[in-house]
C-alpha cells in the first residue's frame, strides 16, 4: 500500500506539470453504467461468491490537454451500486440452508483522477486512452444482515481503486467510453464471531471485501 502512495503522488505531481502545460481546458457532465461484483479475501474467502450488479453515476467532469496529445481529466461522481454477496451453506441455528444471497445498495462520492493521451482523426474526431487512480468516500454506513458485528462497509473507509480504458470523442463535445475499475484496497470488511474451525472450536475470522466494476460512459464537453 505504501508503494501504491507514492505511486499516486508521482502522478499527481506528473497530473500537476501537465496541467501548467495545458493548451486546451474543456469541461462538461459525464454519467455511466457499471457493473460491480464483490470479490473477497481473508479466512473464509472460499464461503462467498457474488454477482455481478448494475448501478449508475453521474457528475462534473474537466479535461486538461496539450498539443502533444498528453492530458488529464478529473471528474467528481455521485455513484449509486447493487452490492451482492451469495454464502455458501449458511448455517441458521442447527440447520444448514441453502446459499442465501443479500444485495445491498451502496452509494458514495467517487474522484478519479485520469492521465489520457489522445490521437486526432481529423478536425471532428480523436481516440484516447486513459488510467490512473479513483478515490471513493461512502456516504452511508452499510452493513449485510448475519455476517459479523457492526457495518461492513463503513463512511470512514476510503476505497482505493484504478481505472483504465479508453474512448473516442466526437464532434469536439461528445465523448464516449469503456473501463474497467479494479480495487487496489479493501472497500470494507466483517468480523465474524465465534465461527467453528474445528470440531470443539470456535474463533473470530475476518473476511475483506473488494469491489470491481465494469464501466460505459458518456460525456458532454463544452
Known amino acids: 500500500m505504501k508503494k501504491f502512495s507514492v505511486l499516486c503522488l508521482s502522478l499527481l505531481v506528473a497530473f500537476a506539470g501537465l496541467t501548467a502545460k495545458a493548451q486546451k481546458f474543456s469541461y462538461g457532465i459525464?454519467?455511466?453504467?457499471?457493473l460491480t461484483k464483490v470479490k473477497y479475501s481473508?479466512?473464509?474467502?472460499n464461503n462467498f461468491s457474488s454477482d455481478n450488479k448494475s448501478g449508475w453515476y453521474v457528475g462534473p467532469k474537466i479535461v486538461f490537454s496539450t498539443v502533444m496529445g498528453l492530458g488529464v481529466d478529473?471528474?467528481?461522481?455521485y455513484s449509486q451500486r447493487k452490492l451482492n454477496i451469495t454464502q455458501e451453506g449458511y448455517i441458521n441455528g442447527n440447520n444448514v440452508l441453502d446459499n442465501v444471497s443479500q444485495s445491498?445498495?451502496?452509494r458514495t462520492i467517487e474522484i478519479p483522477i485520469n492521465l489520457r493521451y489522445s490521437i486526432g482523426l481529423g478536425s471532428s474526431a480523436s481516440v484516447f486512452a486513459y488510467t490512473g487512480p479513483q478515490f471513493g468516500f461512502a456516504l452511508q454506513n452499510m452493513k449485510f444482515n448475519n455476517l459479523g458485528t457492526g457495518y461492513n462497509f463503513s463512511r470512514e473507509n476510503l476505497n482505493t481503486t484504478w481505472n483504465i480504458g479508453a474512448g473516442v470523442r466526437l464532434f469536439k463535445h461528445l465523448e464516449a467510453?469503456?473501463?474497467?475499475n479494479f480495487a487496489i484496497g479493501k472497500?470494507?470488511?466483517a468480523i465474524l464471531n465465534g465461527v467453528g474451525v474445528n470440531e470443539g472450536e470456535s474463533q473470530d475470522l475476518e473476511l475483506k471485501y473488494k469491489t470491481n466494476t465494469f464501466q460505459v460512459q458518456l460525456a458532454y464537453m463544452f
Open 187 to 189: 472497500a470494507g470488511k
Open 177 to 180: 467510453s469503456v473501463g474497467y
Open 30 to 34: 459525464v454519467a455511466g453504467y457499471d
Open 74 to 77: 478529473a471528474s467528481l461522481q
Open 104 to 106: 445491498q445498495t451502496y
Open 42 to 45: 481473508g479466512d473464509m474467502k
